[in-house]
């Protein structure tokens, strides 16, 4: 079965310094990918999502993400954080037997001035 | 295009009392997700539909259930409420992930507390 591991379910950041959320997979074949974000008091909305391809994505409000198949990684990345970027990040994997997402348990990102 | 909606927003119950969470969608999706959502748990599966007519249990379906009547729309009712469900309720939809459009597109949610 896929799973899906999210280290960290804080991390806080300066205005203007990197972020980086951690996620990492368990798959036998080839999955698809995605990173969703949650704004508070909102839905999931898709920020970016690998499929095939190109292996680094770029996706919504400067965000970025690699996949790294010899590291079953898919870490998302935005080179300077912004306070609007203060949400909760999910990482989410295709699993191939049911058809279906399988979510990380989310990362809240605060952003400090 | 209103893409996926819900109602009601919020909602208190007593425990024991039923109700029914409404979830459309008109993007003509086939499939259609109920999760819940709890601190420092993710997104969990309730119910699921791959079509009109057609449900399926997720990974937490006990004390709820869902009917897909017509295409665009998808129910979660609770028939008799429980402390234990108080918790964010998200309606999902997508084309076809047998295709291999796994993308789903998720409503606002719905804020249930049980007393």
């Known amino acids: 079965a896929q799973s899906v591991t999210q280290l960290g379910s804080h991390v806080s950041v300066s205005e203007g310094a990197l972020v980086l959320l951690r996620c990492n997979y368990s798959?036998?074949?080839?999955?698809?990918l995605f990173w969703y974000v949650q704004y508070p008091n909102q839905g999931l909305q898709l920020l970016l999502k690998?499929?095939?391809?190109?292996?680094l994505v770029k996706g919504i409000n400067g965000f970025e993400a690699e996949f790294k198949k010899s590291e079953t990684s898919f870490h998302l990345t935005k080179p300077s954080a912004h306070m609007s970027d203060a949400a909760e990040y999910f990482c989410?994997?295709?699993?191939?037997?049911?058809?279906?997402?399988?979510f990380g348990t989310g990362t809240r990102l605060q952003v400090f001035p | 295009n209103a893409g996926v909606t819900q109602t009601p927003k919020f909602r208190v119950l007593k425990t024991g009392q039923s109700m029914t969470l409404l979830c459309a969608q008109d993007?003509?999706?086939?499939?259609m997700y109920w999760y819940r959502q709890d601190p420092g748990m993710g997104l969990r599966l309730i119910h699921y539909?791959?079509?009109?007519?057609?449900?399926a249990k997720g990974e937490v379906p006990d004390g709820y259930n869902v009917s897909r009547l017509k295409k665009q729309n998808f129910l979660l009712g609770l028939e008799s409420a429980a402390p234990s469900q108080t918790s964010v309720y998200f309606c999902?939809?997508?084309?076809?992930?047998?295709?291999?459009?796994?993308?789903?597109?998720f409503g606002p949610g719905t804020r249930l507390t049980v007393l």
């Open positions: 999902a939809s997508n084309f076809d992930p047998g295709l291999r459009y796994y993308e789903q597109f």
């Open positions: 798959s036998s074949v080839p999955p698809y």
């Open positions: 993007m003509n999706h086939e499939y």
């Open positions: 690998y499929t095939t391809g190109a292996t």
């Open positions: 989410a994997v295709s699993d191939p037997d049911t058809d279906k997402l399988i």
């Open positions: 539909s791959v079509g009109e007519g057609t449900t």
